[in-house]
């Protein structure tokens, strides 16, 4: 079979993080423990010719189907064997009441590597694990329904352009919910400069985005799309529609008898990347196969994508548009197909999300390697504003993420087709992604005489050797810039198979793009600075570094003041690999203050094509540039804890704000660089240093430190680390706590908290662990409490807002405690009556007195003060006057004149949720046969720093670490 002629096998394939994330990623889903999730958002965008505006009220849910599994083989099969692995796994196991469902659609007649089974049994995991037990069954996972729903409501003028406070942006930007979805918003929402806004906005919109983007110039050399097959999966478009003149076929993969789009989003989609009347397409002549996987009530099923995916790899489509997406990077069925897909030469382009403005917002399958992941800007040239941020936070939390999005383009008030067969406008990265899939296809048809030269890595090489920068953005929003169709052609026309990198230099002294990296300088003594780099290799679907990459520091630019070590992928599959390059000063350093520079340099193998005798091979340099300067001192140098901070997925961990009803899940990273940027940019500009910590308590040099930030922490503690954080504060170190609510009560409560969207719902922690937080501060007599609080208070004149936030139930008597004036949100919560309540204990300060030089301990109960995610009012200058206090021993008078009268009146403190299931995700917890205990303490990182191989040269010029293309030796 021809599906099966490329075909190289997800057994094959290393998860693509880091070493130490491993552990994370092979995280397969816990059967049992996901039922059902929904999220309501707004959106918007204008619908017709005459620019009418309407507001899109769009409702996504995605649950899982009960007692029905995807049961994953490890090679295709025809019906009759599947079923017989099946009937010969679940003989056995006592299981009675099961069966395989059928499913009609066009790749019923091939083989498949899937089944959906039926399982009606009252313990589901005898069946479950007999399935997994049988050597032929890859993996067993849920079975899942996406639903989306949308309802037009008529808007003003005035309201459509509504960009304040009020506006109903703000009640869905921090709505993200595990799901398939389209991603098309408003036309309106993008980042301002604050300059000449009104005038902007009344600007006219150019027309056609093919012109914007000098599509007709390649249409002038006869390059129109002919010859690719490209897919859009969607809702699905009319046959007849006037708009289109190649419709090679039209498949339907939902349960509705039709083929047509009864919603309009596929229609315009399709319009995009080949329309050839009104609102131009980039291919008018390419064949375009439209794939229906959504319903016009917009219900769609994993098992639905996996058989249109599965019928994509047989009928050799070239080029793939997916304007959906959500955070589920680890829907294990979806993400393997995707790597198939692309393995099998299949340009994938994707939609990176509309979670923006907020940072560790990117949206799977755009956050893959090997997929194009796609931007949006706005015809200013600016990044959108609801267009997702960076970093990755697949190597959360003990590194740093990659850079995506891939690229940016526009998708903001993009015209494409409507389904009445005229034009309409709309908006969000989902416009975008077709605007480059587009590009893509008319591209490859201009390069189809290179054969076997074009392939996901190439084109996406291309793209991005080949995009113009946008300055003062960084690489976490705009990739390597904005889409140059022209420049993106010629290289592609001159294009040798060869291996590049993302980013394809680093410059730790070049800001704004490599922001957060530039706004630190390197010091000896410093946790090494991590940057994770994608390999791009055009060679060949699969390969391999040769050796060992090499450390070239330059003698004259003072290179051997930089340290290197580096990890990489010890398999390059699809089409790409990633290389971690820890970055820290020498030694020789610690007094030195300058600019060193050097380059990484590694050898790129795959195998030999059709024809060949010898491997294909390819050198590429990673330039690399960072200033040092002397080490800070100690009370200016803070410690941020990742390590001990959860996100979903593997877990599903709740917000830390219950105001977030349609927002539950806590999955930006709880990183410093994505939903805490905001408050990492104002430290840095209030002169503190700030590193990050990602493995245990155990493995830092408290002398180095005037701080340990521990933000919204929800992992448990190894007593390793209990004790030894009593140690470092007893000899000078200070600690600072930021908590969150936690009610075991509430916890199961939030489970049946909206019938529609919440009854799946039990959290394995709260929005913090304080039973955990309370082992950690029991040697100072510290412990928080377990009812919720929430309301606007002020200290002195700054006002404040407590979010969902806990109490202080003890503390010592030699320590300053401040109460205020809140509410019980946990009786609102259990739909008791809600009261006011007088001197809530939330922040405390104390001198810890168990030494002479002792440190300082404090801790507040609510973090959303720092937390962009859904911060309403900021904290900043409450935390620059708790690290004067910590950092000093300096009490501010604020707190002095605040201060409240606390009596410990609290004995029973809260407990541990019966049954939960942290262990599945925890570093420190495990379940053995049945009883929870600690893991053994992991032993700590241990980077083996690179030989340096001095070069006695200058370092190339700076426009020479703007050069993408790699030095290239094809054998």
């Known amino acids: 079979?021809?599906?099966?002629?490329?075909?190289?096998?997800?057994?094959?394939?290393?998860?693509?993080?880091?070493?130490?994330?491993?552990?994370?990623?092979?995280?397969?889903?816990?059967?049992?423990?996901?039922?059902?999730?929904?999220?309501?958002?707004?959106?918007?965008?204008?619908?017709?010719?005459?620019?009418?505006?309407?507001?899109?009220?769009?409702?996504?849910?995605?649950?899982?189907?009960?007692?029905?599994?995807?049961?994953?083989?490890?090679?295709?099969?025809?019906?009759?064997?599947?079923?017989?692995?099946?009937?010969?796994?679940?003989?056995?196991?006592?299981?009675?009441?099961?069966?395989?469902?059928?499913?009609?659609?066009?790749?019923?007649?091939?083989?498949?590597?899937?089944?959906?089974?039926?399982?009606?049994?009252?313990?589901?995991?005898?069946?479950?694990?007999?399935?997994?037990?049988?050597?032929?069954?890859?993996?067993?996972?849920?079975?899942?329904?996406?639903?989306?729903?949308?309802?037009?409501?008529?808007?003003?003028?005035?309201?459509?352009?509504?960009?304040?406070?009020?506006?109903?942006?703000?009640?869905?930007?921090?709505?993200?919910?595990?799901?398939?979805?389209?991603?098309?918003?408003?036309?309106?929402?993008?980042?301002?400069?604050?300059?000449?806004?009104?005038?902007?906005?009344?600007?006219?919109?150019?027309?056609?985005?093919?012109?914007?983007?000098?599509?007709?110039?390649?249409?002038?050399?006869?390059?129109?799309?002919?010859?690719?097959?490209?897919?859009?999966?969607?809702?699905?478009?009319?046959?007849?529609?006037?708009?289109?003149?190649?419709?090679?076929?039209?498949?339907?993969?939902?349960?509705?008898?039709?083929?047509?789009?009864?919603?309009?989003?596929?229609?315009?989609?399709?319009?995009?990347?080949?329309?050839?009347?009104?609102?131009?397409?980039?291919?008018?002549?390419?064949?375009?196969?439209?794939?229906?996987?959504?319903?016009?009530?917009?219900?769609?099923?994993?098992?639905?994508?996996?058989?249109?995916?599965?019928?994509?790899?047989?009928?050799?489509?070239?080029?793939?548009?997916?304007?959906?997406?959500?955070?589920?990077?680890?829907?294990?069925?979806?993400?393997?197909?995707?790597?198939?897909?692309?393995?099998?030469?299949?340009?994938?382009?994707?939609?990176?999300?509309?979670?923006?403005?907020?940072?560790?917002?990117?949206?799977?399958?755009?956050?893959?390697?090997?997929?194009?992941?796609?931007?949006?800007?706005?015809?200013?040239?600016?990044?959108?504003?609801?267009?997702s941020r960076g970093m990755t936070t697949w190597e959360l939390p003990q590194g740093y993420g990659r850079v995506k999005p891939d690229i940016v383009t526009y998708g903001s008030a993009v015209r494409g087709s409507s389904i009445k067969g005229s034009c309409r406008t709309l908006s969000g990265t989902s416009v975008a992604s077709p605007v480059v899939a587009g590009a893509v296809t008319l591209l490859a048809s201009g390069v189809l005489h290179r054969g076997n030269a074009i392939n996901p890595a190439s084109m996406k090489q291309a793209l991005m050797a080949s995009a113009r920068r946008l300055p003062g953005v960084n690489m976490f929003e705009q990739g390597h810039g904005k889409l140059d169709l022209l420049k993106a052609y010629q290289i592609l026309n001159s294009y040798k198979p060869q291996a590049s990198l993302s980013p394809s230099y680093v410059d730790l002294t070049e800001c704004q793009y490599m922001w957060p990296y530039c706004t630190q300088s390197l010091y000896y003594g410093a946790m090494p600075t991590i940057v994770n780099v994608t390999i791009l290799n055009g060679l060949g679907v699969s390969g391999h570094v040769v050796g060992k990459p090499q450390w070239h520091p330059y003698t004259p630019q003072f290179g051997q003041y930089l340290d290197i070590a580096l990890t990489f992928s010890e398999l390059l599959w699809p089409w790409s690999g990633w290389m971690a390059v820890s970055i820290a000063a020498a030694r020789t350093a610690a007094s030195w203050e300058g600019i060193a520079q050097g380059h990484i340099a590694l050898t790129i193998e795959s195998p030999p094509e059709d024809g060949e005798t010898e491997s294909r091979q390819s050198s590429v340099k990673l330039a690399i540039k960072a200033k040092i300067i002397p080490t800070p001192p100690r009370h200016k140098r803070i410690l941020w804890d990742q390590y001990h901070n959860l996100r979903y997925p593997p877990g599903y961990f709740p917000r830390d704000n219950l105001r977030m009803k349609n927002d539950p899940l806590d999955w930006n990273g709880d990183h410093i660089h994505t939903n805490f940027k905001d408050m990492y940019q104002h430290l840095r500009n209030s002169g503190y240093y700030l590193e990050v910590l990602g493995s245990p308590f155990t493995c830092f040099d408290a002398s180095q430190y005037g701080t340990v930030l521990l933000v919204d922490a929800e992992e448990e503690y190894f007593p390793e680390e209990v004790a030894k954080l009593k140690r470092d504060v007893d000899n000078g170190l200070s600690l600072i706590v930021f908590a969150d609510w936690y009610n075991v009560t509430v916890m199961k409560k939030v489970k049946f908290y909206d019938e529609n969207t919440r009854q799946w719902w039990m959290p394995d922690t709260g929005g913090a662990n304080v039973p955990a937080l309370n082992d950690l501060l029991s040697s100072w007599g510290i412990a928080l409490g377990d009812r919720v609080f929430e309301g606007d208070y002020t200290i002195g004149d700054h006002d404040m807002y407590y979010g969902s936030g806990t109490t202080i139930a003890r503390f010592p008597d030699s320590g300053i405690v401040i109460s205020q004036k809140l509410k019980d949100q946990g009786q609102e919560v259990l739909g008791q009556e809600t009261e006011i309540t007088e001197n809530v204990p939330i922040l405390g300060l104390l001198q810890s007195r168990a030494a002479e030089k002792s440190g300082r301990v404090v801790i507040y109960g609510d973090s959303n003060c720092l937390d962009n995610s859904h911060l309403q009012k900021d904290c900043f200058w409450m935390l620059d006057a708790l690290l004067e206090y910590t950092s000093t021993g300096h009490l501010p008078s604020i707190f002095k004149d605040h201060q409240s009268q606390f009596i410990n009146k609290i004995t029973d403190l809260p407990q541990r949720m019966e049954g939960n299931h942290l262990y599945r995700y925890s570093k420190v917890l495990e379940n053995h046969m049945g009883a929870l205990q600690t893991r053994a303490l992991p032993p700590c990182p241990h980077l083996v720093w690179a030989q340096p191989i001095p070069l006695n040269k200058s370092a190339p010029t700076y426009q020479s670490l703007q050069v993408t293309e790699a030095a290239v030796s094809v054998h």
């Open 1 to 387: 079979m021809e599906v099966m002629k490329l075909k190289v096998r997800l057994r094959q394939r290393h998860f693509r993080c880091i070493p130490f994330l491993l552990l994370l990623l092979t995280h397969t889903w816990s059967v049992g423990t996901l039922e059902e999730r929904s999220d309501d958002k707004w959106m918007h965008f204008r619908c017709n010719d005459t620019s009418s505006v309407q507001m899109v009220k769009v409702k996504f849910s995605s649950q899982v189907v009960r007692n029905e599994y995807i049961v994953a083989f490890n090679d295709y099969y025809k019906t009759n064997t599947r079923e017989k692995f099946i009937t010969a796994a679940l003989n056995g196991s006592g299981v009675e009441n099961w069966k395989i469902l059928t499913r009609n659609n066009p790749a019923s007649d091939y083989p498949s590597d899937f089944d959906v089974v039926l399982l009606e049994e009252t313990e589901k995991l005898s069946g479950l694990a007999a399935l997994n037990r049988h050597p032929s069954v890859r993996r067993v996972t849920p079975q899942r329904v996406v639903h989306r729903t949308l309802k037009y409501v008529n808007l003003t003028d005035s309201k459509a352009d509504c960009l304040g406070p009020g506006c109903s942006y703000h009640t869905w930007q921090s709505s993200r919910p595990l799901r398939r979805s389209s991603l098309a918003i408003n036309n309106q929402f993008w980042q301002s400069t604050g300059r000449h806004t009104s005038r902007r906005l009344l600007r006219a919109i150019p027309r056609q985005i093919t012109t914007i983007l000098q599509a007709d110039a390649l249409w002038s050399m006869g390059i129109t799309g002919t010859g690719v097959k490209v897919a859009v999966f969607d809702t699905g478009l009319a046959k007849t529609h006037p708009h289109f003149k190649k419709i090679k076929e039209r498949t339907n993969w939902t349960t509705e008898k039709t083929l047509d789009d009864g919603l309009g989003h596929g229609t315009f989609v399709a319009g995009v990347i080949a329309s050839s009347q009104e609102c131009l397409g980039f291919a008018p002549d390419a064949e375009l196969h439209v794939f229906r996987v959504f319903t016009n009530n917009q219900v769609s099923y994993t098992s639905w994508f996996l058989d249109a995916f599965n019928y994509a790899i047989l009928k050799k489509i070239g080029v793939l548009n997916l304007s959906i997406g959500g955070p589920d990077f680890m829907d294990h069925p979806f993400v393997d197909k995707v790597w198939e897909l692309t393995a099998n030469k299949v340009i994938m382009v994707s939609a990176i999300g509309n979670d923006g403005p907020l940072y560790g917002t990117l949206n799977n399958p755009a956050d893959q390697m090997d997929v194009i992941g796609v931007g949006g800007i706005n015809f200013e040239d600016q990044i959108a504003k609801f267009s």
